[in-house]
């Protein structure tokens, strides 16, 4: 079983910075993209940014500039590095990870179960 675990989440004035985290844990046997998706109340669930195994990201155009992501592989872990918050950020946070657990397996896509982000003065 694998479990995605998200941390960071929290209260922010407009202008400010957050830092996510996401570490992956269980019957791994590699992590392939992972990725940072948001929801805010009443609307659909979005990406914000996702990034390969071998470092390759894409981003939101509503992010890009503002957000950054990153991995650590030897951990399994993906943060997301937010700057510049605006109200309209404000959603809760899921991380998301394609993760293979043997290496005949196909690898599959997990989800955490959220963490609240919210920018407001």
């Known amino acids: 079983q694998v479990h995605l675990v998200e941390s960071g989440g929290g209260l922010v004035q407009p202008g400010g910075s957050l830092r996510l985290s996401c570490v992956a844990s269980?019957?791994?046997?590699?992590?392939?993209?992972m990725g940072w998706y948001r929801q805010a109340p009443g609307k659909q669930r979005e990406l914000v940014a996702r990034i390969t195994s071998t470092g390759y990201t894409n981003y939101a155009d509503v992010v890009r500039g503002r957000f950054t992501i990153s991995r650590d592989n030897a951990k399994d872990t993906v943060y997301l590095q937010m700057n510049g918050l605006k109200p309209e950020d404000t959603a809760v946070y899921y991380c998301n990870a394609q993760i293979q657990e043997t290496y005949y397996n196909p690898p599959f896509g997990s989800w955490g179960t959220g963490t609240q982000v919210t920018v407001s003065s």
């Open positions: 269980g019957n791994i046997f590699s992590v392939h993209d």
